[in-house]
């Protein structure tokens, strides 16, 4: 079975839309990628009680949950707030986080303020998470049972430098070496309605393989549907093979339906 | 007080990161400059349990919930039967929908499958929503106190003309003439954390305003940050004036630390 993850990315830029949530995206394909089976993506406002409301929820559900957004200097920026309000844990000046915010400013010849110094205040425990792009240190926190927050910053460019360097070694290990491959193909001439049972037929055959249609034109005149296989196998054979048989269902159900595939994406 | 709104979009694609939620970001721009204030953004998998949790706990908070996603044919479809269960209506067959359905394969020579009827089964009192660019029919059904969910493709063109044609309309009259605008400028040569006392100022300022900045670039060097302004009031000129009087905050706080305005996006 594969560890359980939720994602809680906060931002009242995404509420309105204004924003497109491509870290949810990145992070959810990241996780996917590490054998994580993520439950949900949450969009939250930059307030404490929903962000609190939402960690916690979140906990009681998945064994990791990663936050993004709400760590900067603003005063709406309240993300580590909700996250210390969830685990019933103070917040504190962290030391090693405000070394790490005097560094940045002090090479610029800059002042601490209490904005900046804000940034570096987390809950109690927490492992600050070096910012290689900019000033708003990240925070781990480990929970009893193994379960993770971790809280990476809004800005993409960050988040991603971020979890490279600093979470995803820590979540390689809890991962524990499930493989997970993708492949798929194109078929053209045959609407979804016709491959419906087919795809589900493919689903069943392969229970670790995550089986779906995708229209990229209509339903009817010239249909094209993309057939896209999620495979997780405890080693690289056994995934290819798991999705490879989902596949196979499919591809022939578009033979007997007289379509054809016109590209293919090989695991 | 604005109206409340909650968005439950579905699908596997999105929780492995394939898709980006594009559709959320649509949803809660429309709603946004509707009037409504929209709580969350959820993503919750295939499945009828999940569907059915998520859209209970939207329903128990907001007023207005739209789902996107899972109304087609295939067997992983089944945003309708979660949304049937959160509500306590039984699943039957639209007579109305199946209208739909079968004028759209017919014009086209084919018959209607098991799997094509299945898009025209949906909660009981549900008014079946017409799809103009593709099969699967939308459902909104009404509920006690007002309570209103409705359930849209996931496919984005069929998504956003269901939207505008069917749900737009009904939508207005309930967010009552609440006028939104939106607005903001450039700041050039100040860091966010900077500016952090000014935008905390400028939000206190206007209460019906909602004031955030986005650092563009680096935090330091060159900083770039955008300050954006949504204001609502129960006219225009009253939006206006709310959102003018949070910049002018700013404004004034970008002077005085040196730095300048080098784009502006008037309302």
Known sequence: MPVEAWIV?????LLIGRTINTN?????????????????????????????????????????VVTTGGLGPTYDDVTL????????RRMVLNKEAL????????????VLTDDRVKMAVMPEGAKPLANPAGAAPGAMVELDGGRLVVSLPGVPRE?????EAEVEPVLKDIAGGIEVVECGFTAVGVPE????????????????AYVKSHPRGSELGDPVVDIKVVASGSNLDEARSEALRALEVVREGIASLGGRISEEDTC
């Open 9 to 13: 990315t906060v931002g009242n830029e």
């Open 24 to 64: 949810a995206a990145w992070l959810a394909r990241k996780l996917s990628f590490l054998g994580f089976k993520v439950l949900r993506i949450v969009v939250a406002p930059d307030s404490v009680d929903d962000i609190a409301e939402e960690v916690s929820r979140a906990l009681s559900r998945a064994r990791i």
């Open 81 to 88: 707030e909700g996250v210390s309000r969830a685990i019933g």
């Open 99 to 110: 070394e790490m915010v005097r560094r940045f400013y002090e090479a610029r010849g800059m």
């Open 159 to 163: 988040m991603e430098a971020m979890f």
């Open 193 to 208: 309605s016709s491959l419906a049972p087919y795809i589900r037929r493919a689903a069943e055959a392969s229970p670790r």
